[in-house]
């Protein structure tokens, strides 16, 4: 689950990188530089400040707590039993 959160928090900080570059068209070549060279200094960084940071918990509220998802045709939300077994034959 720690690599899905890594993932994207690193989207969304390429994303943001990119579109404030994108933005700097009229600054000198050297600011965009710069700029992308701190959006890459932080992607490098992510893996390990969010392995060696704290976890953090979102509790939940009991009455969302108890909404579940099933899916349709069984009641269960189990997918439907699938008999593999060969017919005819030995």
């Known amino acids: 689950m720690i690599e899905l959160s890594i993932l994207l928090k690193a989207t969304v900080m390429l994303g943001l990188g990119l579109i404030a570059a994108r933005l700097?068209?009229?600054a000198?070549?050297?600011v965009r530089h710069l700029?992308?060279?701190a959006t890459l200094a932080t992607l490098a960084v992510l893996p390990v400040l969010a392995l060696s940071g704290p976890a953090v918990t979102i509790e939940v509220p009991a009455k969302y707590?108890?909404?579940s998802f099933v899916a349709?045709?069984?009641a269960d939300g189990l997918p439907p039993k699938t008999d593999l077994t060969p017919k005819g034959g030995s």
Do not use: E, K, P
Request: proline share 0%; no cysteine.
């Open 65 to 67: 707590a108890a909404i």
């Open 28 to 30: 000198q070549a050297a």
């Open 24 to 26: 700097f068209v009229r």
């Open 72 to 74: 349709r045709g069984t």
């Open 35 to 37: 700029w992308l060279a």
